[in-house]
Nanobody
Framework: QVQLVESGGGLVQAGDSLRLSCAAS??????????MGWFRQAPGKEREFVAA????????NYADSVKGRFTISRDNAKNTVYLQMNSLKAEDTAVYYC?????????WGKGTLVTVSS
């Protein structure tokens, strides 16, 4: 079973920064072989794409709403993907989920809550 564990969420003020981490269990899949992504789900809304990174980290993609403020990165030696979030806004409030598409199925962590007060 794939294990993805997110951490780093919390309550911050608008304009602050947070760094989220997602640790993957090395026993469950070959982390360095897969692209990874971050998604988020705000209260009452559908889950939406935030950012993605290729297996090597050479290519990254962002939602327009976070472009220029968020940075995705990964450390394959640590089986961890990160999301650096700067200049946070109230509309960034959501549960943030780590994602990997493995064996034709989306796999998710349990998420970490980010709350941005204005």
């Amino acid at each position: 079973q794939v294990q993805l564990v997110e951490s780093g969420g919390g309550l911050v003020q608008a304009g602050d920064s947070l760094r989220l981490s997602c640790a993957a269990s090395a026993r469950t899949f070959s982390f360095s072989s897969y692209a990874m992504g971050w998604f988020r789900q705000a209260p009452g809304k559908e889950r939406e794409f935030v950012a993605a990174i290729t297996s090597s980290g050479s290519s990254k993609n962002y939602a327009d709403s976070v472009k220029g403020r968020f940075t995705i990165s990964r450390d394959n030696a640590k089986n961890t993907v990160y999301l650096q979030m700067n200049s946070l806004k109230a509309e960034d409030t959501a549960v943030y989920y780590c994602n990997v598409f493995l064996n034709y199925t989306d796999r998710w962590g349990k998420g970490t809550l980010v709350t941005v007060s204005s």
